[in-house]
């Protein structure tokens, strides 16, 4: 789990609120994702960025946007989310492609009311 | 479709015991992955293996890979309390890697 952070660790917020899930990655990478994991189903890939530019969105809702200011860095705002999208939200970086083996970080664990 | 299904969905067995877990996956690979999940935190990787290869050992873990069947194997040998986790296998396909759902392994006492 070292290399990779993300704040927060827990977040419980009501379907009408806007908040932010941070990740930073310490190990010089070039691309970062963002995948969820909901209970009983497999992990899935929400967002990929290469050099800081999203080369791949597999069908995420709106209420999803990504940012990644520099390559260290990837945010995932959140607003107008539905109680189904309570889940744990993985941030993850590899070297170069999403075939290299990835780094995770901790995890955030997302609860909506 | 699913691209890495892993097998058995759960496995408890006692401490000391050998664990072992299967992935099947449909297409062809450049490699596969496997990676531990403790509960509620991220993914570790614990051992890449490439199509050309037939077996790989890391410590404890012993991975094998047969691309005529399309499937590996996760060998955790001596098993410990600590191995109870979540064992996923990632199979790389089209320059991306795809999860599959995973074993869950508990380990008793």
């Known amino acids: 789990e070292t290399g990779v952070t993300q704040t927060p660790r827990h977040l419980v917020m009501g379907m009408t609120n806007k908040k932010s899930l ?3 990655q310490h190990l010089g990478h070039n691309a970062m994702y963002w995948y969820k994991q909901s209970a009983k189903k497999p992990l899935e890939l929400m967002f990929v960025y290469s050099l800081e530019e999203r080369v791949e969105n597999n069908s995420v809702p709106s209420r999803f946007s990504p940012e990644c200011p ?3 860095h ?3 705002h959140l607003h107008t989310l539905q109680p189904e999208d309570s889940a744990l939200y993985l941030c993850a970086s590899s070297q170069r492609t999403s075939a290299d083996t990835q780094y995770f970080g ?8 | 479709s699913q691209q890495g299904e892993e097998d058995p969905q759960a496995l408890s067995i006692q401490e000391g015991e050998n664990a072992t877990m299967n992935c099947s996956y449909k297409t062809s690979i450049n490699n596969l992955q496997w990676y531990r999940q403790n509960s509620g935190r991220g993914l570790v990787h614990l051992i890449l293996i490439r199509s050309n290869e037939r077996e ?6 012993r991975v094998t890979l047969d691309t005529s069947k399309k499937s590996s194997s996760l060998l955790i040998t ?9 064992y996923f296998c990632a199979t790389d396909a089209y320059d991306k890697i795809i999860f599959g759902k995973g074993t869950r392994l508990h380990i008793l006492p």
């Open chain 1, 22 to 24: 941070k990740c930073e």
């Open chain 1, 106 to 113: 901790p995890g955030t664990r997302l609860t909506v009311l």
């Open chain 1, 74 to 76: 990837l945010f995932l």
């Open chain 2, 78 to 86: 001596a098993s410990r309390a600590a191995d109870t986790a979540s």
């Open chain 2, 56 to 61: 790989k050992h890391s410590g404890r873990l």
């Open chain 1, 70 to 72: 520099n390559s260290s």
